[in-house]
């Protein structure tokens, strides 16, 4: 969403991609949303195309939802990637460390990612992102960062991962897909698409 749909320090989507969108879903394009945000978050940002919309990859990966209309009804399912709460206590102590704050996003009993965010002034370094896959990545958690936040996930957590359950909730195939991004934890999932674009 930040960077692709809204553009770097604006507020709200230009109004020459709501129009493309709006094209788009009359055409009968099914519309996802694949963003780091969790979908509260997400909602707020593009409350004006939000309907548009039929699901989405929310947290990086984390969160899948799809919603589809049944008659006047919405039904919607959601998967969770489930990050062990052992990680918690963890990464409290590297906020500490680190004089970072702890986002613990939790749904129906599930954390399924955790941030650590920071004055905007002091974003996350590479090394700092290395030193802590080093000392607690492995197969469990994944580390990613974005400006002043630090993401923690599940490890099989990822956008890309995301799409593929997406693809089988709402019965399309994978190469009848097309997605575009603007930073290094789009590529995959881009790759992945039939039709991608940077």
């Not at 080093?134 to 936040?149: I, P, T």
Request: with cysteine; aromatic share 10%; proline share 4%.
């Amino acid at each position: 969403i930040e960077g692709t749909l809204i553009p770097e320090g604006e507020k709200e989507i230009p109004r020459f991609t709501r129009t493309g969108l709006e094209l788009a879903a009359s055409m009968g394009v099914k519309l996802f949303f694949a963003t780091t945000l969790p979908v509260r978050e997400a909602r707020r940002r593009c409350q004006k195309v939000w309907s548009l919309f039929v699901g989405g990859v929310f947290a990086g990966g984390a969160h899948v939802a799809y919603w589809e209309k049944q008659g006047q009804e919405k039904e919607s399912r959601e998967i969770f990637s489930p990050l062990d709460r052992q990680w918690i206590p963890v990464l409290r102590e590297e906020a500490r460390r680190r004089k970072a704050r702890v986002l613990v996003y939790e749904s129906q009993g599930i954390v399924y990612k955790v941030t650590l965010t920071r004055p905007v002034r002091r974003p996350w370094k590479e090394e700092e992102l290395q030193e802590l896959r080093q000392s607690h990545g492995g197969d469990q958690v994944r580390f990613w960062r974005e400006g002043n936040c630090l993401q923690a996930a599940a490890f099989k957590a990822t956008k890309a991962n995301g799409v593929r359950t997406l693809c089988c909730l709402a019965n399309i195939p994978v190469e009848e897909t097309a997605a575009a991004g603007d930073s290094k934890e789009d590529q995959k999932m881009m790759k992945m698409c039939g039709y991608w674009q940077k």
